[in-house]
């Protein structure tokens, strides 16, 4: 079974543009979580979708946005980029509803560099 | 304001030994933890999990502890492999006010010596 994949696995970016990333689940699993990983703060919980539900928001602003399909696949979407926003994002999919306290499977992350 | 704390950047063990990686939390709202490992390059994976209304759980070489009264819990892996090498974060879930919330610690990186 293939695993949670993501891309593009590399991005720059200008201040001010904005930029959507992608994110395939794992073949049946129907929830995707998405988390900004930075050194200052670590791994945050951006937010959850389950059958193109979200089902629960971090606390980022409102630039941060997402979406889910019919096909379980998501996208995130960050517009007017800031140089804060450089992170890894790592998408994570699950076969259950509640999948924030389940064992989540992740992607290897999608590194944005924001100049 | 860190609401799950791992306050050791790094850890350093022998292979054969014990490790034991430790995480605070300070919100009472948590009632469930989990611990994630994570290699360079990869995603985190996930290794085991704990309820509140449990203060041990064990699966192999990975055992779990929960102190509620201490907001504490800890990671022991016994014994230790090269393998085992990773950044381990601790993660805390809980809900408030109707929303789900899952905070992870900054993590721990574990090298384990041959």
């Known amino acids: 079974k293939a695993g949670v994949t993501q891309t593009p696995r590399y991005l720059i970016k200008t201040r001010g543009q904005q930029v959507t990333l992608s994110c395939s689940p794992i073949s049946g699993h129907r929830s995707v979580s998405w988390y900004q990983q930075t050194p200052g703060q670590g791994l945050q919980f951006l937010f959850e979708y389950f059958s193109e539900t979200q089902r629960n928001k971090g606390n980022f602003p409102g630039r941060f946005s997402g979406r889910q399909f019919s096909n379980s696949r998501s996208e995130m979407n960050v517009s007017t980029l800031e140089l804060g926003d450089s992170a890894l994002y790592l998408c994570?999919?699950?076969?259950?509803?509640?999948?924030?306290?389940?064992?989540?499977?992740f992607g290897p992350g999608t590194r944005l560099t924001v100049t | 304001d860190q609401q799950v704390k791992q306050n050791s950047p790094s850890l350093s063990v022998q292979e054969g030994r014990i490790s034991i990686l430790n995480c605070d939390y300070t919100?009472?709202?948590?009632?469930?933890f989990l611990w994630y490992k994570k290699y360079p390059a990869e995603g985190p994976t996930f290794l085991i999990s704990i309820s509140s209304i449990k203060d041990k759980n064990e699966d192999g070489r990975f055992t779990v502890f929960l102190n509620k009264s201490a907001k504490h819990l800890s990671l022991h892996i016994v014994p230790s492999q090269p393998g085992d090498s990773a950044v381990y974060f601790c993660?805390?879930?809980?809900?408030?006010?109707?929303?789900?919330?899952?905070?992870f610690g900054k993590g721990t990186k574990l090298t384990v010596n041959p």
């Open positions: 919100n009472s709202m948590f009632d469930y």
């Open positions: 993660a805390a879930y809980g809900t408030q006010g109707g929303s789900e919330k899952l905070v």
């Open positions: 994570a999919s699950s076969s259950v509803a509640g999948a924030l306290m389940a064992e989540q499977y």
